[in-house]
């Protein structure tokens, strides 16, 4: 298979002519395939972690080096060094999955993949679980708390560790998110004479894992499970900066979340909206800005909680934080419209077809989103919200503020 991927980080003449991952099991060049042997014994440089480079033989004349560290600071340096030449690289199982081959595509570099059986293939046929009966998850340089975003009962998830620290943290994550009686077997070095399997309740989970694992969790428990737009407003720590449930669901439902589209939460306040925007699918992505900085940790200790911490924080004030961001799918201003430039900036950078959702509580607000929708059409609409509440010994309406919200879609050009 030969994938090349255009690359704005490292040059077309910048990467060697030919980069073969070889995929290497925990087995090593016992288990290694013959053309696997051939194409290893007959590289000129072999790439490698030092873990995979000492599993093979040595070979006289060949260059060996391991990748950079940090890689992502390292690899265009590495590819620009190595420009026109052809390499062999050794990775993990499956390459693509989870693994350098992914990585390397994503910089541009021209890829040939010659997997091995992959740790989740390994690791499903230890448990027995069909391909479509679970989830997989990588923590594999991410924080273990995207799990969570995967979490409801009766769920299967496999986990790629990190490391052997991994299921110990995995197991306080699920704890102290309401699924500490989920099940989780770790299985450790699968493939290899030393495989081992340890089983366990996450919230009496003790012992040590080898450094390679793959963790199995049968999900239990009470904790947040849903994906659908309006989590409680409780899920969320807030300093009354918060778009309500009901508000949030109606803002999503006209944003539209779609699979590998790029929100701008403008204004972002508790980052609820950025955050259920990527919790409706993993690749949809999230930049939150927001000016004040206690409000923008809180949205990253929401967006953890939560299970999507890869959210981008943007700590500024719009416009001028919008400057050089990547163009957005679909953009929702929560606060500072009225702000000279904000809506202006946020009309121009919408990709074609883009979405905007704008909420206003004051009448300047309203003023200006009128004006907005007289000179750009969209859809114009007021939210009033009623609660039920105690009047002394009855029950009657609490009403909520009522919020302006303008919604306009971009053409497509």
């Given at each position: 298979m030969?994938?090349?991927i255009?690359?704005?980080?490292v040059?077309s003449t910048?990467v060697?002519s ?5 995929g290497?099991g ?33 070979v006289?004349?060949q260059?060996?080096?391991t ?14 060094e190595?420009a026109?030449r052809?390499?062999v690289?050794?990775?993990s199982?499956d390459?693509l999955?989870?693994g350098?081959?992914?990585?390397l ?7 040939r993949v010659v997997?091995?059986?992959s740790s989740?293939?390994?690791a499903r ?5 069909s391909?479509s009966?679970?989830?997989?998850v ?5 924080s273990v708390?995207?799990v ?6 009766g ?6 560790s990190?490391?052997a620290?991994?299921?110990a943290s ?5 704890t102290s998110a309401g699924?500490?009686?989920?099940r989780m077997?770790v ?6 004479s ?13 012992g040590?894992?080898?450094a ?10 009470h904790?947040?499970?849903s994906?659908?737009p309006?989590l409680p407003?409780d899920?969320?720590e807030?300093d ?5 449930r009901d ?7 006209r944003?539209?979340?779609a699979?590998g589209q ?10 609820s ?7 409706s699918?993993p690749?949809c992505?999230?930049i939150a ?5 206690e ?8 967006a ?6 890869d ?6 004030r719009a416009p ?6 990547d ?5 929702f201003i929560g606060?500072?419209?009225?702000r ?5 900036t946020c ?7 883009g ?13 200006l ?12 609409t ?13 029950t009657?309406w609490s ?15």
């Open positions: 030969l994938v090349t255009a690359s704005a980080v040059s910048g060697p030919e980069i073969v991952v070889v290497i925990a087995d090593g060049w016992v288990g290694l395939p013959e053309p696997s042997r051939s194409l290893v014994l007959g590289a000129s440089v072999l790439w490698g972690g030092s873990r995979h480079l000492s599993l093979v033989p040595a006289s004349d260059s060996r080096v990748w950079p560290s940090p890689l992502s600071s390292g690899l265009p340096g590495l590819l620009a190595y026109g052809p390499i690289a050794l990775a199982g390459p999955v989870s350098i081959a992914t990585t595509l994503e910089y541009g570099a021209p890829v997997p091995a059986i989740v293939a390994l046929a230890r448990m027995g679980w391909s009966s679970h989830a997989v990588t923590v594999v340089g991410r708390s995207t969570l975003r995967e979490c409801a009962p769920r299967r998830i496999l986990v790629l990190s490391d620290s991994t299921p995995v197991a306080a994550l699920l699924w500490g009686s989920s077997t299985l450790g070095d699968l493939g290899s030393s495989e081992s399997s340890v089983s366990g309740v996450a919230s009496s989970w003790s040590e894992s080898p390679l694992n793959v963790i199995a969790i049968e999900v239990a428990g904790g947040l499970a994906w659908a309006g407003d899920a969320y807030n009354g900066q918060l778009t309500k508000l949030r669901a109606s803002a999503l439902a944003l539209v979340p699979p790029l929100l701008w939460d403008v204004g972002a306040g508790a980052g909206i950025g955050i259920e925007w990527m919790r699918h690749t992505r999230t800005i927001e000016s004040n900085p409000r923008a940790a809180r949205i990253a200790r929401n953890h909680a939560l299970g999507v911490p959210l981008q924080i943007v700590e500024g001028s934080a919008l400057g050089g961001l163009a957005p799918d679909a953009i606060g500072g419209t009225t000279e430039g904000v809506l202006d009309l121009a950078a919408l990709k074609p077809g979405r905007l959702v704008v909420h206003g509580v004051t009448l300047e607000t309203e003023v989103l009128a004006k907005a929708y007289a000179d750009h059409g969209g859809e114009l007021r939210v009033g919200i009623e609660v039920a509440a105690p009047v002394g010994t009855y009657g009403p909520s503020r009522v919020v302006t919200q303008w919604v306009w879609t971009a053409a497509r050009g």
